[in-house]
């Protein structure tokens, strides 16, 4: 109704918003999230080889126990799976005591989590967060205890988001390439709106993501 020819949308996804799509009258493309529901086109970052690369990483760095905390009301999550799938070819395993999906909102579980794998782990943890506010939450009660990052405990986020390099220690996390994901996007767009088309042709454009490793998984060396 505003006159716009076309539409860039981050979705997350619920039934009244899973059914809203259709229903819009010019071409969308969706970036970062597609949706089970709705055939669009849609540019993603391929998560799971973006986690096998955070499992590569804690194992060569040494961290013989691993965990990883995810966000819940993501059953299909590529992030653990890769992950898990990451630590396998190195020869580690991810127990399942050791993973958590959490509200990001549901402060007191999530704090709950962190301490559990704090108290409970006996050799250097490598830790995998969905995304940097988990891993900053993680950063804060590893202080508060007073254990060495990232000697004891080796943490990464997801999303480099600028809180993960004004942690201290900075955080080690996985950047997404935003300008071509948002270059793509475009150039899709206006190929539906040139074409007339309605952006639905369900293709997914999958790009790979750059591990940012700072201070937070900066072991001296295997132990």
Known sequence: QQG???????PWANEEEESFYPTLPVPYVMIGRSLKTQKADTVLVNNQLAAQKVAEHLAE???????????????????????????????????????????????????????????NRKSPLGLFCYHDLF?????????????????????AGFDD??????????LTSVRYPLKDMARIACETL???INLAAAGDDGIRRYLDSELIVRESTARSGRK
Do not use: W
């Open 61 to 119: 760095k040494g961290y013989r126990e691993f965990a990883y905390i995810g966000q819940s009301g993501t059953p299909q999550d590529p992030r653990l799976s890769g992950f898990r799938f990451g630590l396998m070819e190195c020869g580690c395993s991810l127990p399942e005591k050791n993973i958590f999906q959490i509200n990001y909102g549901d402060t007191e579980a999530l704090n709950r989590g962190i301490e559990t794998l704090l108290k």
């Open 4 to 10: 716009a020819s076309g539409l860039l949308i981050c």
């Open 161 to 170: 988001l600028p809180i993960a390099a004004e942690l201290y220690p900075p």
């Open 190 to 192: 206006f190929a539906h």
């Open 135 to 155: 891993a900053s939450a993680a950063v804060s009660a590893c202080l508060r205890r007073k254990v060495n990052i990232p000697e004891e405990i080796g943490i």
